[in-house]
């Protein structure tokens, strides 16, 4: 064997190797979609999907660590046990009770704050700031920091009502103020990241369809409805979606501020799944309200998929 | 889009005075309940009981700090709190740039069926898979680590920043991907060197949502590192509550230590959260 | 390569250190982060000491019963073998044992302790955990506003009502509240149910059969709600927490209060307004009924999936030991698991209220010993405090609570 003949063979022995390698950096369409949505898939894979298929078997079981018991499998007996149980039915009012006020609340104090924020200040910051500190503010925070506003005694609220001559309410002793306190906590926090969306929405708003519509002689309020909103509306949706989504797994601020109480008036659902899974130790009852959970989630989802792909169907 | 470009007059309102007034809602909205808690943690336990209550301090103290720092290694919360959202916000990062590179450009057949799975599986509440991700993280021997924490978290912000970065994605004419590769750019060079960086406003804003997402989470914290050295912000302010006792200004002061790191990034980076989301990110 | 022959080098480094030729045992002790700690570590510091061989390491957990009961639930339901020792609320034992968490002290003898503590820590006639502290609910009051007044302290609860209204009125002090008790929906407010409950000599489980009675229960929560009604108690009682009722006694506010043992000693440090003016007694009764108090305390288990049993009981006996008991009697002002030490010297001049502990520790009476514990717990919390709150009618509440404690104890 020649030097030349080997030297041959090794240059095509590199040659096929840069091929395998160019075929790796750059394969088809298909691998390479597989490849680059492989790193998701296994991660989703292994922290969602697999806890969920163990959730989904649970639920079906009768399986209390504190009976000792071994667990028995019994059909939709945690369903029916769910049926006849009031704490589950006032959780699952309460959960959607919260989201339905604090999401158009969210939405409506965000808008209103996202229009006051886009004035023109000379100085920004401190107003930018004023948003998103609420909303890189933990939410165990903030359960923690209403919870003190709202004391009966040594509250910031109760003083103000007192200031300009209202008697304060001991809120965490009634239901309803009980529960509009956290409403209203819930409120604050969303708004912010709304306000940021809607901010960000209405800063790319052209100018000169504004200038346009002052020629025309619209005057602002209609500028506002004619103008602002409908080009603001994607930016809503989503945005609302998110927030309908994470007002469903109420947990943190209901849970710093009354714990559920007064009685069970102010549990929420992520809360009554918390108790009987982590205190009460039910795992089967703890999981199948975890599927109700996961149900009222995707019909949620499903309402945003379907706007999703009708927006990308008109496209 | 510089400061001066932004259209001013989607606003019902304007003039001196009114933005006077609107700067002042807006301001005390945001910020007061973080300023009551600074104010708080310069009080005694004694004045906090005082009927009606005060909103200045009689006797500013720094003893409520000296507390916090020396009943619990509140640096090690602080620091454990921004590695782990710091690495997780990078893991979230890495991984969604793959995906949504392949969602916005690739004819994918079941394009619409991995988006689907991929936001309905995001609304899998974390609550209810506690106990399940306990028992998987102990079998990986991950419990008492950061990646026991940094995982979950990735997937918590996975599908939003996935979302985000595909928008954007789809927003960069593919014309200057084609160049880049024929200039002898593979499709991932063309990808980081061309696609990520064009989309650097939405790449941050992911960056962020991530950031916070983690710097907020509570519950898995609280659940999966019980080692001292490893709990994060939100897990170790709860420990200065005592088995009765709640002693308020020695939170607070915790409180503001974790409000300021977080304060301080927002004003620096403020100009950029909002220009990110500007950009079209959350438009879906 | 080289990453996996490292990974195997670390690996068999690792089975030698743990082989006992080598090294010695780890034992990691669960405990509460404001159960002092630092007291407990010293205590610790002797076992190793004694016991050349044997580490022993503290982790804390979360700061409330509640919370540390999530965070054990948690890890011992994924059976994790990382704890050794666990400090645990005398209200768990009975839980842990029925899942198999706890690994039973066989043959173990408890009649050195009080009796109290021997019965918590007994579930179906094994020993499944040894006695770490005591603590029951006393009633504190204000000695120098009684002796003002001429009152005694009070046997029943009407003489106290009587007795606060004599007070406060005397006093003309908008702040001075009569009684303060714990109605916020935390565990403080299941003794807060049981106290004139059992006074009306009922029990709620026995045997782990449910023996409530409706009338009783009505009576209990009717008691309550009508001390906020006439004023007693302060309107937003049902706000109250264990630390709240000490703060405000503290602060000489409270004329009377019902809370644990932790009080005394801070009523008697820095920044209270009560310092010699404080008295401890055994709780009211109700007319007619007889005194009793709410048994409180922690103790000592061993955890079932320790891979050091034999080590882990010896530590465990060793904290629950007459010295390590004095030692924390002295140093961590806890209130002894032994009668004897509350006559002890060295233990009276530490902390010499604790003569008049002993009748109310000694008396006290365990609450439900149930496995399902923490459900019957919440049932009877969130019914007290929706009843103080105005939510339900004490009739409907106790009604309420029955209910649910059928289904819980089917």
Request: charged share 15%.
């Amino acid at each position: 064997m020649t030097v030349t003949s080997r030297l041959e063979q090794v240059a095509e022995r590199v040659e096929t190797r840069r091929a395998m390698l160019s075929r790796l950096l750059d394969p088809d369409e298909t691998t390479l979609g597989a490849l680059l949505l492989a790193p998701a898939a296994v991660l989703l894979g292994g922290v969602i999907v697999y806890p969920v298929c163990k959730l989904l078997y649970t639920s079906f079981l009768d399986l209390s660590l504190t009976s000792g018991a071994p667990a028995r499998f019994v059909g939709l007996a945690n369903f029916q046990q769910m049926l006849e149980d009031p704490v589950f039915w006032q959780a699952t009012w309460n959960t959607i009770l919260i989201t339905l006020i604090t999401v158009p609340g969210a939405l409506v104090v965000g808008l209103g704050l996202a229009l006051l924020a886009n004035l023109p200040f000379n100085i920004r910051w401190p107003v930018r700031l004023s948003l998103l500190i609420p909303w890189a503010l933990p939410l165990s925070f903030a359960g923690l920091i209403f919870a003190w506003f709202f004391h009966s005694e040594y509250g910031v609220v109760n003083d103000v009502l007192n200031r300009v001559g209202l008697p304060g309410a001991i809120w965490f002793n009634s239901p309803r103020l009980a529960f509009a306190a956290i409403c209203l906590t819930i409120t604050w926090k969303a708004s912010s990241f709304m306000a940021m969306i809607i901010l960000a929405g209405l800063q790319t708003i052209p100018r000169s369809l504004y200038e346009a519509a002052d020629v025309d002689g619209a005057g602002r309020v209609r500028q506002f409805f004619e103008i602002t909103l409908p080009l603001l509306k994607p930016t809503i949706v989503v945005a609302l979606i998110f927030r309908t989504i994470a007002a469903l797994q109420t947990f943190d601020i209901p849970y710093m501020m009354t714990g559920g109480g007064p009685g069970t008036s102010t549990a929420t659902l992520a809360m009554y799944i918390h108790q009987n899974t982590v205190s009460f130790l039910d795992l089967g009852y703890g999981s199948a309200l975890a599927v109700v959970m996961f149900i009222l989630s995707m019909c949620v989802t499903a309402v945003y998929l379907r706007m999703i792909s009708g927006r990308e169907g008109a496209r | 889009m510089s400061a001066t470009a932004i259209s001013t007059s989607g606003s019902l309102l304007s003039g001196k005075p009114l933005r006077a007034v609107a700067a002042v809602i807006l301001i005390v909205n945001g910020l007061f309940p973080a300023l009551w808690i600074l104010l708080t943690s310069f009080k005694t336990e004694a004045e906090l009981t005082l009927k009606p209550i005060t909103w200045l301090p009689h006797a500013p103290t720094l003893q409520n700090y000296m507390q916090a720092f020396a009943d619990q290694p509140l640096l090690i919360f602080l620091f454990n709190s921004f590695m782990v959202a710091l690495l997780s916000t990078a893991l979230t990062l890495l991984i969604s740039v793959l995906a949504a590179y392949a969602l916005a450009r690739l004819n994918l057949r079941f394009r619409g069926l991995i988006m689907s799975l991929i936001i309905a599986v995001s609304t899998f509440p974390l609550v209810t898979l506690l106990v399940p991700l306990f028992e998987t993280m102990r079998a990986l021997d991950l419990l008492n680590t950061w990646t026991a924490l940094i995982l979950p978290y990735t997937v918590l912000s996975l599908p939003v920043c996935t979302l985000v970065l595909t928008s954007f994605f789809e927003g960069i004419p593919r014309d200057l991907e084609n160049a880049a590769m024929i200039d002898g750019c593979t499709r991932f060079g063309a990808l980081f060197r061309v696609v990520v960086p064009l989309s650097a406003p939405g790449v941050f804003t992911a960056g962020i949502l991530a950031f916070v997402n983690s710097w907020d989470e509570f519950l898995l914290a609280l659940s999966f590192n019980s080692n001292p050295a490893l709990r994060t912000l939100p897990v170790g302010i709860q420990l200065y509550q005592g088995e009765f006792a709640f002693p308020w200004p020695v939170i607070s002061a915790a409180l503001v230590v974790g409000i300021v790191p977080v304060a301080v990034l927002i004003v620096i980076f403020q100009e950029r959260v909002v220009s990110g989301l500007t950009a079209g990110g959350l438009k879906g | 390569m080289k990453f996996a022959r490292l990974a195997s080098l670390l690996w068999c480094g690792a089975v030698l250190a743990s082989s006992p030729a080598f090294a010695e045992t780890q034992l990691k002790v669960y405990l509460s982060s404001q159960g002092q700690p630092a007291v407990w570590r010293k205590a610790l510091d002797q076992f190793e000491a004694h016991n050349p061989g044997i580490k022993v390491t503290i982790e804390l957990g979360g700061a409330t019963s509640d919370l540390q009961a999530q965070y054990l639930n948690t890890v011992m339901s994924a059976k994790d073998s990382s704890l050794d020792v666990l400090i645990l609320d005398v209200i768990r034992p009975a839980q842990f044992a029925a899942a198999g968490w706890l690994s039973p002290f066989a043959g173990r003898d408890l009649q050195s302790y009080l009796r109290p503590y021997a019965e918590a820590n007994t579930v179906d006639g094994k020993v499944v955990a040894l006695p770490a502290f005591a603590d029951a609910m006393f009633l504190y009051y204000r000695k120098d506003l009684l002796d003002k007044y001429g009152l005694p302290p009070p046997k029943t609860w009407d003489e106290l009502a009587i007795a606060a209204k004599k007070v406060t009125e005397g006093e003309h002090s908008q702040d001075l509240q009569g009684l303060s008790f714990q109605g916020k929906a935390i565990e403080g407010a299941v003794c807060t149910f049981l106290l004139p409950y059992w006074s009306q000599g009922k029990t709620v489980v026995e045997g782990g059969k449910l023996t409530f009675d409706r009338d009783a229960a009505t009576k209990s929560l009717a008691l309550w709600k009508s001390f906020a009604e006439a004023g007693v108690a302060k309107k937003n009682i049902s706000e109250v927490a264990t630390d709240d009722t000490r703060k405000e006694f503290q602060a000489g506010n409270v004329v009377f209060a019902v809370n644990w043992g932790y009080a005394w000693a801070l009523s008697q440090g820095d920044g209270s307004a009560v310092v010699g003016k404080v008295g401890v007694a055994r709780l009211p009764a109700v007319a007619g009924g007889e005194q009793s108090s709410c048994l409180g305390g922690w103790e000592w288990g061993v955890s079932a999936y320790s891979k050091h049993q034999e080590e882990a009981k010896k530590l465990a006996e060793y904290l629950s030991s007459p010295e390590v008991s004095k030692f924390m009697a002295i140093n961590g002002s806890l209130l002894p698991t032994y009668a004897a030490l509350y006559t002890d010297s060295e233990v009276n001049k530490a902390a010499p209220w604790f003569a008049d502990a002993v009748p109310v520790v000694r008396t006290a009476r365990a609450r439900p010993v149930t496995p399902r514990y923490n459900e019957v717990s919440e049932v009877i919390r969130t019914t007290v405090n929706a009843v103080l709150a105005g939510v339900t009618t004490p009739a409907d509440g106790a009604a309420q609570i029955e209910n649910r404690l059928k289904r819980i104890l089917r």
